[in-house]
């Protein structure tokens, strides 16, 4: 398989070129969507693509040098459209926009929310350096990853806003996702970690040490596993819901690959964690039909 991402065209396209994560992120909202009965519309899909890859382009585009030392296969593949990125961001979130508006206004505004945390991580500001000392969201310790992990834990609102029903059940998703994305950005930073101390952005392997960035995922993987366990003995959440432990079972299981000597960190971080978000919807609608 990791040849194939090398070498297979449609395969670094899907990887690189950032459509395995969007297609990641409908996924989650696809799950969101079976979770309180509904069918996921190709609208609503179509969107949650839209938005997450106008986001990732966005931050692809800003970070080509630093992106060159963490992940050269990827810089290399996007240097031929590194000038392009931002318009395709642009585009993206344009077209986003533009089928927003025709599904509820309370929809379409809520969606301006995705596109100001995109700017703030990517582009950032001189008046955030007076709030947390830094120009970038991402450049704070764990601010990063919070960032990322609160901008995908609106998904589950977003889809309630575009049913116009935002059930209680709905929102209580949005921890376990929080808590998934925790534990994959950490790990993303491991990856990243030279290039993080080089352009001196404070990352949890930079300030703590890989032992103890292991410890905090495992952390996370516990906190959700026992977030679902507790709803379902609640009866809050359905019991099929419990299938979505899974999920962190999936990510120790690529954690402990990592640890192995030789292991290629771009191609676990790039194919495999960022392929678990692709589950979500097929590993719920699973549960939901056994």
């Known amino acids: 398989m990791l040849v194939l991402v090398v070498s297979n065209p449609v395969l670094k396209e899907l990887v690189y070129g950032g459509h395995l994560l969007a297609l990641g992120t409908a996924s989650i909202a696809a799950s969101s969507t079976i979770l309180v009965g509904q069918t996921p519309s190709i609208l609503l899909l179509i969107m949650a693509y839209l938005f997450s890859y106008g986001a990732y382009m966005l931050n692809r585009g800003s970070e080509v040098a630093q992106d060159g030392i963490s992940n050269p296969a990827r810089t290399d593949f996007l240097l031929g459209r590194s000038k392009y990125l931002t318009a395709i961001s642009g585009a993206s979130f344009g077209i986003g926009y533009l089928i927003a508006a025709t599904v509820n206004f309370v929809f379409l505004i809520a969606l301006i929310v995705p596109l100001l945390l995109a700017l703030v991580y990517t582009v950032g500001?001189?008046?955030?350096?007076?709030?947390?000392?830094?120009?970038?969201?991402?450049?704070?310790?764990?601010?990063?990853?919070?960032?990322?992990?609160?901008?995908?834990?609106?998904?589950?609102?977003?889809?309630?806003?575009?049913?116009?029903?935002?059930?209680?059940?709905?929102?209580?998703?949005?921890?376990?996702?929080?808590?998934?994305?925790?534990?994959?950005?950490?790990?993303?930073?491991?990856?990243?970690?030279?290039?993080?101390?080089?352009?001196?952005?404070?990352?949890?392997?930079?300030?703590?040490?890989?032992?103890?960035t292991y410890s905090l995922m495992t952390l996370f993987d516990v906190l959700s596993v026992a977030y679902v366990v507790a709803l379902v003995a609640l009866r809050f959440f359905?019991?099929?819901?419990?299938?979505?432990?899974?999920?962190?079972?999936?990510?120790?299981?690529?954690?402990w690959a990592s640890m192995r000597p030789g292991a290629n960190l771009g191609f676990l971080c790039d194919f495999v964690a960022d392929g678990e978000y692709l589950f979500w919807g097929p590993v719920m609608l699973f549960g939901k039909i056994i």
């Open 125 to 212: 500001s001189k008046k955030l350096v007076t709030l947390i000392g830094a120009k970038r969201l991402k450049e704070k310790l764990l601010v990063k990853n919070i960032v990322i992990s609160l901008g995908w834990s609106l998904i589950p609102l977003l889809v309630g806003l575009f049913y116009q029903n935002i059930p209680i059940l709905l929102l209580a998703f949005a921890p376990f996702i929080f808590l998934r994305l925790m534990s994959n950005t950490v790990f993303f930073d491991l990856r990243d970690v030279n290039a993080d101390r080089d352009f001196g952005v404070r990352t949890i392997p930079v300030a703590y040490g890989t032992r103890r």
């Open 238 to 255: 359905p019991f099929y819901s419990l299938i979505m432990i899974s999920l962190p079972a999936y990510s120790l299981a690529y954690r």
